[in-house]
């Protein structure tokens, strides 16, 4: 699956050592191990077969990333379209093996069907098209993220968004259908937009949300386009190169429908705990 590159806006919390323990769980499974190596517990062979998959492990049809956590303190991601319910099933299933969490994109119900009948507690968001395994104890979500959306066509995209960023670490307030067609109901939610360290503005057809909201606050906007809308729309294009236009200071502009890359930027913006090991 592709990787990630972390932000530049990356800013570092106040409370590193709370962070380092909630970020380290696939590194504390690896101290662990080579405690028990150095106490005699495991054998030299047994230590090299755990290790062997930390860097991939080939499953024929995909190598999967275990190492991923390690370097990034997220795992892979799974992207699930085009991929046969049982790849799917299969890679997640992989992941879960050196992790606690897993997270597949675009997923369909066949594909979540495939997975649940392995890992019972996998959740399904048939908006979003998404499959999460998160089987973290002790949770700690860190506020700052709002994602508004312009309308209701466009929530699959602003739930994918909200969905990443939430099992990253981030606590998600939802602004939704506040759209320019109707102002005055973006207006009524500016409070709790304006307490935002971060928004994801989604919208399709003109694209003209996030500039608004980039006009109104002063929280850097990550403008998603979607692909809603009539011809001239062309599939989100309008909406794209609207945002990449934008005359309003501090958008950045993702891909179109790309609610999975403005949810994993905005937990990396924060200061999500998962990423505290990126440069220990």
Do not use: W
């Not at 106490?39 to 991923?68: M, N, W």
């Not at 909201?213 to 809603?228: D, E, R």
Request: net charge negative.
């Amino acid at each position: 699956e592709p990787e990630v590159r972390p932000s530049a806006c990356y800013t570092p919390s106040n409370e590193p050592t709370r962070q380092r323990q909630e970020a380290q769980i696939d590194e504390a499974r690896l101290r662990a191990m080579l405690q028990q190596f150095k106490q005699d517990g495991l054998s030299i062979d047994e230590v090299v077969s755990r290790l062997r998959d930390l860097p991939y492990q080939d499953l024929g049809f995909a190598k999967v990333d275990h190492h991923r956590a390690l370097r990034k303190g997220f795992p892979e991601v799974v992207f699930g379209e085009r991929k046969t319910p049982a790849q799917v099933a299969a890679i997640a299933r992989s992941i879960l093996e050196h992790s606690e969490r897993v997270l597949v994109t675009r997923a369909s119900p066949e594909a979540f069907d495939a997975v649940q009948s392995e890992m019972p507690d996998s959740e399904y968001d048939a908006s979003a098209r998404t499959i999460v395994v998160d089987r973290r104890v002790n949770q700690t979500s860190v506020p700052g993220v709002v994602v508004v959306s312009g309308g209701t066509s466009d929530l699959p995209v602003a739930k994918e968004a909200v969905i990443t960023a939430e099992i990253m670490g981030c606590e998600v307030d939802q602004v939704f259908d506040v759209g320019v067609a109707g102002i005055h109901r973006l207006f009524d939610n500016l409070p709790t937009i304006r307490k935002a360290r971060v928004v994801v503005a989604v919208a399709g057809m003109e694209g003209a949300l996030p500039s608004v909201v980039a006009g109104l606050v002063n929280s850097p906007v990550l403008a998603v386009p979607t692909s809603v809308g009539y011809g001239a729309s062309f599939d989100g294009i309008a909406a794209l190169l609207a945002m990449l236009n934008s005359c309003a200071a501090g958008v950045a502009t993702l891909n179109i429908d790309n609610g999975f890359g403005a949810g994993y930027l905005a937990a990396l913006i924060i200061g999500s705990p998962f990423f505290d090991q990126r440069n220990p």
